[in-house]
Nanobody
């Protein structure tokens, strides 16, 4: 059974940094992509970043490009989201998710992801 467990959320001032972790278990992830999404109150869940398990390809939403970095440790089956220069509009529950994506064509669509973590709250104060 696939399990994704996020950690690392919290309260931080604007301009600060946080690193989120997503520990994955229950399958071999070599042909998968891992994504981070976020959902603010009253808004739809939106794509933040994704990485193919090979680590050779990463993708970012325009709103976080240059501030956030996604990475993975294949030995630990863990994906990270380093968030720098945080803004109040980054406040949301952050979720990691996994999608079978051998050709790098499915990472963009939220609907394609089949397993999700429980989420971790990130709050950025102004």
């Amino acid at each position: 059974q696939v399990q994704l467990v996020e950690s690392g959320g919290g309260l931080v001032q604007a301009g600060g940094s946080l690193r989120l972790s997503c520990a994955a278990s229950g399958r071999t992830f070599s042909a998968y992509a891992m994504g981070w999404f976020r959902q603010a109150p009253g808004k739809e869940r939106e794509f933040v970043a994704a990485i193919r398990w090979s680590g050779r390809s990463t993708y970012y939403a325009d709103s976080v490009k240059g501030r956030f970095t996604i990475s993975r440790d294949s030995a630990q089956n863990t994906v990270y989201l380093q968030m720098n220069s945080l803004k109040p509009e980054d406040t949301a529950v952050y979720y990691c998710a996994t999608v079978y994506d051998p050709y790098g064509t499915r990472w963009r669509s939220r609907a394609e992801y089949d397993y999700w973590g429980q989420g971790t709250q990130v709050t950025v104060s102004s």
